[in-house]
Nanobody, 115 residues
Framework: QVQLVESGGGLVQAGGSLKLSCAASGSIFSFNAMAWFRQAPGKQRELVTT???????NYADSVKGRFTISRDNARNTVYLQMNVLKPEDTAVYYC?????????WGQGTQVTVSS
């Protein structure tokens, strides 16, 4: 059974940084890809970034150049480094794992960026 646990969210001022962590119950290389999604109140769920089994990464235009996804296989953990945060980044951030047609979601962690 897959379990994903996000951590690292919180309140930060605009221009600041946060690093989110997503700890998986097993090897992250058992998944075809990992991703971070986010959802702000009253808005559609948005794909923020992905990393494939081969290490290829993609970013939404809104975060490109500010956010970085990375992984540490020894710790079975995926990270999201968020720099130069903007109020528009305020959302619940979700870690997602893709495996053989199944999507596994973490519980989410709140990120709030104040003006």
């Amino acid at each position: 059974q897959v379990q994903l646990v996000e951590s690292g969210g919180g309140l930060v001022q605009a221009g600041g940084s946060l690093k989110l962590s997503c700890a998986a119950s097993g090897s992250i290389f058992s998944f075809n890809a990992m991703a971070w999604f986010r959802q702000a109140p009253g808005k559609q769920r948005e794909l923020v970034t992905t990393i494939t089994l081969g290490g290829n990464t993609n970013y939404a235009d809104s975060v490109k150049g500010r956010f970085t996804i990375s992984r540490d296989n020894a710790r079975n953990t995926v990270y999201l480094q968020m720099n130069v945060l903007k109020p528009e980044d305020t959302a619940v951030y979700y870690c997602v794992a893709f495996q053989s047609g199944n999507n596994y979601w973490g519980q989410g962690t709140q990120v709030t960026v104040s003006s």
